[in-house]
C-alpha cells in the first residue's frame, strides 16, 4: 500500500513539472498554462519525440563518459500504481564517481544533490522537452565561498550543456 501511494505521489510530482518549455538560450520562459520562470533551469523543445530523445540522451550521457545513474518515469508509474495513461515524462539521473569524490571532498551536505538530473517530457504535439537545473543551479546552497565545489559545479555546466546539446541537435 504504501509503494502504491509513493508511486502515485512521484508519478503526480513529475507530471507538474511536464508543463515546461522554452529554449537553453536562458532561464525556462512561462509556458501557455503559465508556469512561471525557474531559476537556474534550461529547456528546450526539440523535435524529436519522447523515445527517440531518451536514446539520444543516453547516447550522449554514454559518449561524455558520464554514468546514467537513475531512471524514474512517472509515466510508468502511472500506468502501473493507477492504470492510467499520461504523457511521457521521464528523469535520468546523470553522473560519474570523478565528480562524486571531488564533490565530497569539498562539500559532504552536497551529496544529497547527485546524481544530477535531466527531465524528459512529451508535449501535446507529441514532440518532446529536454530540461535540467544547472549543475550551479543545483549547488548553489552548498557554495558559500567554496572554491572547489564551485569549480566543480562550473566544469558539470559545461558538460551538461554539451550533453543536452547533443541529446537535442538535429531536431
Do not use: C
Not at 58 to 85: E, F
Not at 134 to 142: G, I
Amino acid at each position: 500500500m504504501i509503494r502504491k501511494m509513493l508511486a502515485t505521489q512521484a508519478a503526480l510530482g513529475l507530471l507538474a513539472l511536464g508543463a515546461l518549455d522554452g529554449g537553453f538560450a536562458g532561464p525556462a520562459r512561462a509556458d501557455s498554462d503559465g508556469w512561471g520562470a525557474l531559476p537556474g533551469w534550461q529547456v528546450a523543445k526539440t523535435g524529436h519525440d519522447y523515445q527517440t530523445l531518451i536514446g539520444r540522451l543516453d547516447q550522449a550521457v554514454k559518449a561524455n563518459k558520464m554514468g546514467l545513474v537513475t531512471r524514474a518515469s512517472a509515466t510508468v508509474g502511472a500506468k502501473k500504481a493507477l492504470d492510467r495513461t499520461i504523457p511521457g515524462n521521464m528523469v535520468v539521473g546523470v553522473y560519474h564517481p570523478r565528480f562524486a569524490v571531488r564533490m565530497l571532498e569539498a562539500s559532504v551536505p552536497a551529496g544529497i544533490e547527485a546524481p544530477i538530473r535531466f527531465y524528459i517530457t512529451e508535449n501535446a504535439d507529441k514532440s518532446a522537452s529536454l530540461s535540467y537545473k544547472t549543475p550551479s543551479a543545483v549547488f548553489a546552497p552548498y557554495m558559500g565561498g567554496n572554491d572547489k565545489l564551485k569549480a566543480l559545479a562550473e566544469e558539470l555546466d559545461a558538460l551538461f550543456a554539451k550533453i543536452a546539446a547533443e541529446a537535442i541537435g538535429g531536431s
